[in-house]
């Protein structure tokens, strides 16, 4: 097995997510780091003990050792990074959503298609093992017909105007935030679960806070709580705490969601639920290794995660034993897994999110923008 040198562009949380993650992959060496600055660049690669860094992701991309990059940066730069990456032949591992419109999404897909390489979108939550169990169940006809999917991705840590973060900025984070962050993220599982695509939705957006206090110097992610009221500027806020959306997959199945950073005591809640003809399953991300299954004329379950007893198709995404837990980060290293499997031989088979996957998620979101301004529903086609 070749090693495949890679580069990680952004230094914060997602930027130490992936260089992590891509560590534990064994064939994979982080061989250098792009910040916004030289200095955070250096900071960054001391903290993780990369060598080559720089403040200018252009530099890494001349490198001919270096055969991918992700794109761990605010939204806003993860089209024109991602398009450079590939015109300069490198295989790009993108954070989501892969683009702050529909148009660039596309612009995106159709380039990575025209260049061969290996593009991935990082819907990770897709990689959980009772998630692809799920899929599983739903694929083997457990589930029976699909009709109800409901849920909800809840967090706090947008809570108080006190909190603040880069995402919370229209102009770095596109025009949805709670949406675009973490309701994407729900969207694209329950279609990767149930093998629908989202035909036609209705959605109601709120912010809370009008005006928030930003921070007179750079946090990072999550590290709002521990500043001082004398630290801040009062800005006035043009991105969604909340919003809740009704949903319409394929021909008959129906649905709601909402997606809000403002939920006290949530800290990663993203809860599935999806209901068929002959069987319910339910699955909480805060606790990973739990499978709720419902009957209607037997008892309901609970079932914990066990790589021996998962549905073949689901096994290898649990690399421990029943018992051995594995969360948000294990589902990081499964998607990685496979995209570094395609890259390594260009004829493997693709199980992952495509920057396809990606265009077309970007158009829901653009459709939930387009609904919740009209106040209607409105047809993703």
Request: proline share 3%.
């Amino acid at each position: 097995m070749r090693k495949i040198k890679t580069a990680v562009i952004g230094t914060g949380f997602m930027g130490r997510v992936h260089t992590e993650a891509i560590r534990r992959l064994g064939n994979v060496e982080v061989a250098a780091v792009a910040g916004e600055t030289q200095e955070l660049a250096e900071s960054f690669g001391r903290q993780v003990c990369v060598d080559k860094v720089t403040g200018d992701y252009r530099e890494l991309l001349k490198d001919p050792q270096i055969e991918a990059v992700h794109v761990c940066t605010p939204n806003a730069l993860h089209f024109p990074i991602s398009k450079a990456a590939l015109l300069a032949g490198k295989h790009v591992l993108c954070e989501k959503p892969l683009a702050i419109s529909a148009a660039e999404a596309r612009e995106l897909a159709e380039l990575a298609g025209a260049t061969g390489l290996a593009n991935c979108l990082n819907h990770n939550l897709r990689f959980y093992p009772m998630v692809q169990q799920m899929r599983q169940m739903r694929e083997s006809g457990e589930l029976g017909e699909v009709l109800v999917v409901q849920g909800t991705y809840s967090q706090d840590w947008l809570l108080y105007d006190t909190d603040w973060n880069w995402r919370i900025v229209a102009k770095d984070n596109g025009p949805l935030r709670a949406m675009g962050d973490i309701g994407s993220h729900w969207m694209d599982t329950v279609q990767h679960v149930t093998g629908q695509k989202i035909t036609a939705l209705c959605a109601d957006l709120q912010i809370f806070h009008k005006t928030r206090k930003r921070p007179k110097m750079a946090v990072e992610t999550f590290a709002g709580k521990t500043l001082r009221p004398e630290d801040f500027d009062e800005v006035p806020i043009d991105t969604e705490d909340f919003g809740a959306v009704l949903l319409r997959l394929g021909e008959r199945t129906r649905g709601a969601f909402t997606a809000s950073q403002v939920n006290v005591g949530c800290k990663n809640r993203l809860q599935m639920e999806i209901y068929g003809s002959k069987a319910g399953v339910s699955w909480n991300q805060e606790r990973p290794d739990e499978l709720w299954i419902g009957q209607r004329n037997s008892s309901n379950q609970i079932v914990i995660k066990d790589p021996s007893l998962l549905a073949e198709g689901a096994k290898s995404y649990a690399d421990l034993p029943g018992g051995h837990s594995e969360g948000y980060d294990d589902a990081h290293k499964q998607c990685f897994r496979r995209f570094y499997a395609t890259v390594a031989d260009r004829g493997a088979a693709v199980e992952y999110p495509t920057f396809a996957d990606g265009y077309q998620m970007m158009r829901v979101l653009e459709k939930v923008l387009e609904s919740s301004r009209a106040g209607a529903w409105v047809e993703v086609k």
